[in-house]
């Protein structure tokens, strides 16, 4: 069953879809209070564990990124990876942890899906300095990356479908989600 909550938006009408993000607890009150903004410093997403892997993997993703954005300058010129906000496409995928979830309702014709097992497959390339499997892999990321509704429609063979939303994300279009 499709969740969706009818808006007007320049005469047409648009059914906004959920979409799942996880943040830090502590990030929660001020996501609400002043909504979701893209993020330009992956410092806010690193994983538990040794600091100095944290600073390692914080520079290996911002430069990952950096690769994939270039490829997708000429194959979704609208999109790229920097900047976004990433999100889920069902809760279950998106809890990780102690993490809060919260539900975006999103324009499903404003944002891609794209396999994040690609950007998973191109970082163990590149920290094995294979740049051929990168670019392939940033080509292949973009090449197959739809928007949410044509997902809905097509129903893409994804191993771990992510969403990339461009914009900010207001505060009337979030709500916890209560696991």
């Known amino acids: 069953m499709i969740e969706s909550v009818g808006i007007c938006e320049e005469k047409s009408k648009v ?3 959920p979409v799942y993000h996880a943040t830090r607890p502590e990030l929660l009150p001020s996501i609400l209070n002043r909504g979701l903004l893209p993020m330009h410093d992956i410092a ?10 944290k600073a390692d ?31 889920r496409l069902t809760p279950e995928e ?14 499903p014709d404003k944002v891609l899906v794209a396999d994040q097992n690609n950007f998973d497959i191109a970082m ?13 892999r940033a080509q292949k990321y973009w090449s197959t990356a739809v928007t949410l ?6 129903n893409p063979d ?4 992510e ?17």
């Not at 163990?124 to 990168?134: E, H, I, S």
């Not at 994804?158 to 479908?161: E, I, Q, R, V």
């Not at 969403?163 to 696991?179: C, F, G, H, R």
Request: net charge negative; with cysteine; proline share 4%.
């Open 15 to 17: 059914d906004l879809i």
């Open 94 to 107: 998106t809890c990780t942890g102690n993490d809060s979830v919260i539900k975006i309702m999103i324009n």
């Open 149 to 154: 509704i044509d997902f809905r429609l097509r």
């Open 57 to 87: 993997f914080k520079e290996d993703i911002k430069h990952l990124n950096g690769l994939f954005d270039e490829v997708s300058r000429w194959i979704k010129p609208s999109f790229q990876r920097a900047g976004s906000i990433f999100a």
């Open 44 to 53: 806010l997403t690193v994983f538990p564990g040794d600091i100095d892997a």
């Open 163 to 179: 969403v990339l939303i461009p914009d900010s994300v207001t505060k009337e279009q979030i709500a916890v989600y209560a696991k």
């Open 124 to 136: 163990k390339q590149y920290r094995y300095g294979l740049m051929d499997g990168v670019y392939f």
């Open 158 to 161: 994804f191993d771990f479908p």
